[in-house]
């Protein structure tokens, strides 16, 4: 295998072709192994042959022609175009359910389609994230449909991905990269295959130790959100503003405070600390906690909103509200699990009306004057740069009463004869 890894003829089949399976296959057909892409929504796979993208990426469409025209990359959604591979690659969703446990049935169907098609001698790689445990127990069920035997018949490793949308190609390749295998030999296979590009330090270790460490990252920042946002319902009640308390606190050389805010979106960060402690028996409750916290930021920030229209007398069953972003952060077209859409959820049916403006989401209003014109309250849910340099005093002239409440620390001295309150700015 190391051969074919060094010469490059090892044949590769990346399972699942979003955010991570389509840039990853790309990856690895550029740097001159023959990839097959392997997708179950057919209509992905018609895109992706006539060299378009169905994910934004910078610079995407340009590298998946340049390996669609090499032949180095075959994208189908055909099981048996991916038989008898050497190395499969694992790149599905796990998403939550709806009662917050994971949903691992994309995973399950992907390892079950690879079971049918690998061989012996295969290098099976998940860089999905995935519950503690989840791929000795991906091992065994290989096992039970292949008749092969894990470690030795094959390989089995986690290779969490860690890249950042709209930098997933720089960071594919410069970000440091762990290999947890079921045992030392599959992780020694992942890691020098993955060498063909990475450029960042990698390190060998565990299945579980691996999936733990993905999962950790983003718990240890979802954890510290919610404490931020902790401090920030505190600086309310001792009239202070939290963002000045922070920045003096971050003074300190070992602390390092986060970002409180209006809630925690995206795909990884609400999800995670789900993953981690779900397989455990006991806990010790900061992690759900945490989640409870960064779950409940958007009715705070109804609470400021509403506080704000009792202060002008305005009943809120007759306030026009405006709502400024949609995308879970700043200069994203994102909108999983986007708290801006959570705030939307939670004063829809209790105000008159509601107008939202995003310029990377869209929304009910063209512009910012657009959503403001007639509006009793502006709400700021994202960081978008647009929002950073609004003229305040010249946009409340647009609006019939002047309320501006501040959920991400948008705008920094509260502007004259408006009504002004923010997440942590305990002191207006
Ligand atoms: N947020 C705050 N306060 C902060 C920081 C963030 O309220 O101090 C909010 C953001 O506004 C956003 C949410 O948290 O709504 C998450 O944003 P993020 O930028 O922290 O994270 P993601 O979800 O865009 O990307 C994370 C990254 N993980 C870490 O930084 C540990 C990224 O490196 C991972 O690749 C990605 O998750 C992933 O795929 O797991």
Same mark, same amino acid.
């Given at each position: 295998?190391?051969?074919?890894?060094?010469?490059?003829?090892? %044949?590769?089949?990346?399972?699942?072709?979003?955010?991570?399976?389509?840039?990853?296959?790309?990856?690895?057909?550029?740097?001159?192994?023959?990839?097959?892409?392997?997708?179950?929504?057919?209509?992905?796979?018609?895109?992706?042959?006539?060299?378009?993208?169905?994910?934004?990426?910078?610079?995407?469409?340009?590298?998946?022609? %340049?390996?669609?025209?090499?032949?180095?990359?075959?994208?189908?959604?055909?099981?048996?175009?991916?038989? +008898?591979?050497?190395?499969?690659?694992?790149?599905?969703?796990?998403?939550?359910?709806?009662?917050?446990?994971?949903? *691992?049935?994309?995973?399950?169907?992907?390892?079950?389609?690879?079971?049918?098609?690998?061989?012996?001698?295969?290098?099976?790689?998940?860089?999905?994230?995935?519950?503690?445990?989840?791929?000795?127990?991906?091992?065994?069920?290989?096992?039970?449909?292949?008749?092969? %035997?894990? +470690?030795?018949? &094959?390989?089995?490793?986690?290779?969490?991905?860690?890249?950042?949308?709209?930098?997933?190609?720089?960071?594919?390749?410069?970000?440091?990269?762990? &290999?947890?295998?079921?045992?030392?030999?599959?992780?020694?296979?992942?890691?020098?295959?993955?060498?063909? &590009?990475?450029?960042?330090?990698?390190?060998?270790?565990?299945?579980?130790?691996?999936?733990?460490?993905?999962?950790?990252?983003?718990? &240890?920042?979802?954890?510290?959100?919610?404490?931020?946002?902790?401090?920030?319902? *505190?600086?309310?009640?001792?009239?202070?503003?939290?963002?000045?308390?922070?920045?003096?606190?971050?003074?300190?050389?070992?602390?390092?405070?986060?970002?409180?805010?209006?809630?925690?979106?995206?795909?990884?960060?609400?999800?995670?600390?789900?993953?981690?402690?779900?397989?455990?028996?006991?806990?010790? +409750?900061?992690?759900?906690?945490?989640?409870?916290?960064?779950?409940?930021?958007?009715?705070?920030?109804? #609470?400021?909103?509403?506080? +704000?229209?009792?202060?002008?007398?305005?009943?809120?069953?007759?306030?026009?509200?405006?709502? *400024?972003?949609?995308?879970?952060?700043?200069?994203?077209?994102?909108?999983?699990?986007?708290?801006?859409?959570?705030?939307?959820?939670?004063?829809?049916?209790?105000?008159?009306?509601?107008?939202?403006?995003?310029?990377?989401?869209?929304?009910?209003?063209?512009?910012?004057?657009?959503?403001?014109?007639?509006? #009793?309250?502006?709400?700021?849910?994202?960081?978008?740069?647009?929002?950073?340099?609004?003229?305040?005093?010249?946009?409340?002239?647009?609006?019939?009463?002047?309320?501006?409440?501040?959920?991400?620390?948008?705008?920094?001295?509260?502007?004259? #004869?408006?009504?002004?309150?923010?997440?942590? %700015?305990?002191?207006?």
């Amino acid at each position: 295998m190391e051969e074919k890894f060094r010469n490059r003829s090892a %044949r590769i089949a990346v399972i699942g072709l979003g955010y991570i399976g389509l840039p990853t296959a790309i990856m690895f057909a550029s740097s001159g192994f023959e990839v097959t892409g392997y997708e179950i929504r057919k209509e992905v796979v018609e895109k992706l042959k006539n060299g378009n993208s169905h994910i934004v990426e910078p610079g995407i469409d340009e590298l998946l022609q %340049r390996a669609l025209e090499s032949g180095k990359l075959k994208p189908t959604s055909e099981p048996r175009d991916i038989e +008898g591979r050497d190395v499969y690659i694992i790149c599905v969703q796990t998403p939550l359910k709806e009662d917050k446990t994971p949903n *691992l049935g994309y995973l399950e169907s992907a390892v079950r389609t690879v079971a049918k098609a690998m061989k012996k001698g295969s290098l099976v790689i998940i860089e999905s994230t995935v519950p503690p445990l989840t791929t000795v127990k991906m091992a065994k069920l290989i096992e039970e449909i292949s008749g092969l %035997r894990a +470690g030795e018949d &094959f390989y089995m490793v986690h290779a969490p991905e860690r890249v950042m949308p709209g930098r997933i190609f720089k960071e594919l390749v410069y970000n440091s990269r762990i &290999f947890g295998g079921i045992n030392e030999r599959s992780a020694e296979l992942a890691e020098m295959l993955y060498r063909s &590009f990475v450029k960042g330090q990698t390190f060998k270790t565990n299945s579980t130790v691996s999936e733990v460490v993905k999962l950790m990252e983003n718990t &240890f920042r979802d954890v510290n959100i919610a404490l931020a946002n902790e401090f920030a319902y *505190l600086a309310h009640q001792y009239g202070i503003d939290v963002f000045e308390a922070i920045e003096l606190a971050n003074t300190h050389p070992r602390v390092k405070i986060h970002t409180p805010g209006i809630g925690v979106g995206g795909h990884c960060l609400p999800k995670d600390p789900h993953l981690l402690v779900w397989p455990a028996k006991d806990d010790f +409750g900061i992690i759900k906690l945490a989640r409870e916290i960064n779950d409940s930021m958007p009715l705070f920030t109804k #609470d400021l909103l509403f506080d +704000g229209l009792k202060t002008l007398g305005i009943p809120p069953e007759e306030a026009v509200v405006a709502v *400024l972003g949609l995308a879970y952060k700043g200069d994203s077209d994102d909108t999983r699990n986007s708290p801006a859409l959570a705030f939307v959820e939670a004063i829809e049916d209790d105000v008159g009306e509601v107008r939202t403006y995003d310029p990377f989401v869209g929304g009910s209003a063209e512009s910012v004057e657009d959503a403001l014109k007639g509006a #009793d309250a502006a709400v700021i849910a994202t960081d978008h740069s647009e929002f950073k340099s609004l003229d305040w005093e010249e946009l409340g002239r647009l609006m019939r009463n002047r309320i501006l409440i501040d959920g991400r620390h948008v705008v920094e001295v509260p502007p004259r #004869d408006f009504v002004f309150k923010g997440v942590g %700015r305990g002191e207006y």
